[in-house]
């Protein structure tokens, strides 16, 4: 009935947004906890918890911390991202990436050193190692960390609010979108948004949930 | 028949297959390994915590000794002296390990065909995987994943394995002690036939006293200088494996 006069904009740039934030996470979280998973050295402790910190921040401290680096005075300042659609982005990559992270170490501690060994003493160099043993092996965490990244991008509402801002069809991703319809009591368009975004976490948390049964079992 | 480390000294005319002598700073104390081995069969007997499995680690290339050589054949696979370090997967060492090791993600096709994958330009070994396969009665099993096997199995793929890539040396640790009793006289007799078979030297480590004298032509248990008090209070103390299969007249 109202569909023709439905905005759809956020939901498609929420998916826009959050698959650009995997996509980042994945590149950069994958080799990065694969490094870190079978080395030790001082300050490795401090590094994984710099990248954790996000997850248990405050999102407005972390989009403050965000403005801090990509505002008009900042480091990144020149690169004029602020209230675009890449700052969203980044909010975004910045909260997924402890999830992709987490899921990925964990995964690639969890794969038994001896099979590495195995393949090392077969002949195998160390990347065939990784794409035919390592990474195999801890595919189903690797695929719970990308899940849970992409469900967190998608539901990142304080940093990015504060570097993006609301702008309609070009910042307004869904959880803005859902704030600010309820605040101006357009109950219809934001009823719609929550369903949206309810049924797909759900989908999200049914789906890893299943996967650890099945790997427990 | 384990003999002192100078024994090995004494026999220069006799040609061995593997040369070993190289120590390893454990934490708590130095182990050393001196000894000389053709193609046979050599058993490493001794203590869990003797240090016998990092013997193999350091001859597999797995973990590097603190110092010495290690040669096999025409090749040095480690030495202290010209710094030579030939990593793992240049070896040409097979490792049975104890767990075996298997890859849980592939079938036991897949798996005995792992190595044979990693060597490039051999294309013509298709044929010999299908024998391999049945010469170690694997032909009914090659669609199996490894957690659909018995313990007796897993070690017949896992031997498939390690020597479908034509090692010149076969490394075994602790083979039998994650199987029955029953079945492990079964696979002693096999490892004992695949020896006569491949004709290379085997290492095989165990606690064992069966397995030594079932299948060691030569058996080396570790000899401690320093005394065992030393030990309890932490100080460093030295472990060796010295012997030599190659008879001196």
Not at chain 1, 28 to 43: E, H, I, W
Request: include cysteine.
């Amino acid at each position: 009935m109202y569909d023709q006069y439905f905005d759809w904009r956020p939901v498609t740039l929420s998916v826009h947004v959050a698959l650009l934030s995997v996509l980042v996470v994945a590149c950069l979280g994958l080799p990065l906890a694969r490094a870190l998973a079978r080395s030790n050295f001082p300050g490795k402790g401090l590094i994984e918890s710099a990248i954790t910190m996000p997850m248990v921040l405050p999102p407005s401290v972390t989009g403050y911390g965000l403005l801090l680096i990509i505002g008009k005075n900042g480091p990144l300042g020149n690169l004029g991202i602020m209230f675009t659609w890449w700052a969203a982005v980044l909010a975004s990559t910045v909260v997924a990436f402890p999830l992709m992270y987490q899921s990925a170490s964990a995964a690639f501690k969890g794969v038994d050193e001896n099979f590495e060994k195995a393949a090392r003493t077969l002949g195998a160099g160390e990347i065939r190692i990784f794409f035919t043993v390592t990474f195999p092996l801890a595919a189903q965490g690797i695929a719970a960390g990308l899940v849970m990244s992409f469900a967190r991008a998608l539901g990142e509402f304080g940093a990015t609010l504060m570097v993006a801002g609301n702008i309609p069809g070009q910042t307004q991703t869904i959880p803005l979108a859902i704030y600010f319809a309820v605040e101006s009591g357009d109950h219809e368009v934001a009823g719609v948004l929550v369903a949206v975004i309810t049924l797909f976490s759900f989908v999200v948390i049914y789906s890893v949930n299943g996967w650890s049964r099945r790997k427990s079992s | 028949m384990a003999g002192p480390a100078g024994k090995a000294a004494n026999c220069e005319g006799v040609l061995a297959v593997l040369e070993v002598s190289f120590s390893k700073r454990l934490w708590h104390f130095t182990l050393e390994a001196n000894f000389r081995t053709d193609n046979r069969i050599l058993v490493l007997r001794g203590p869990s915590g003797s240090g016998k499995t990092t013997v193999l680690r350091c001859l597999a290339g797995l973990n590097r000794p603190s110092g010495g050589y290690i040669r096999l054949e025409d090749r040095t696979l480690y030495s202290s002296e010209s710094g030579a370090d030939v990593p793992a997967r240049n070896r040409e060492v097979g490792y049975l390990f104890q767990d075996y090791a298997l890859f849980p993600h592939m079938t036991v096709r897949q798996n005995v065909l792992y190595g044979v994958r990693c060597k490039k330009g051999r294309r013509g070994e298709q044929e010999d995987i299908e024998e391999m396969l049945h010469s170690f009665g694997l032909e009914q099993l090659s669609g199996r994943y490894p957690h659909q096997l018995s313990g007796g199995e897993k070690q017949r793929v896992a031997l498939a394995r390690a020597l479908a890539v034509r090692p010149r040396l076969l490394l075994l640790d602790e083979p039998f002690s994650a199987l029955d009793s029953d079945i492990k006289g079964v696979l002693r007799k096999e490892v004992k036939r695949l020896h006569v078979k491949w004709n290379i030297p085997f290492i095989l480590v165990t606690h064992d006293q069966e397995d030594a004298d079932f299948l060691g032509n030569v058996v080396i248990s570790p000899g401690d200088r320093g005394c065992e008090n030393e030990l309890q209070n932490g100080l460093p103390f030295t472990r060796s494996f010295n012997g030599s299969l190659l008879a001196c007249p």
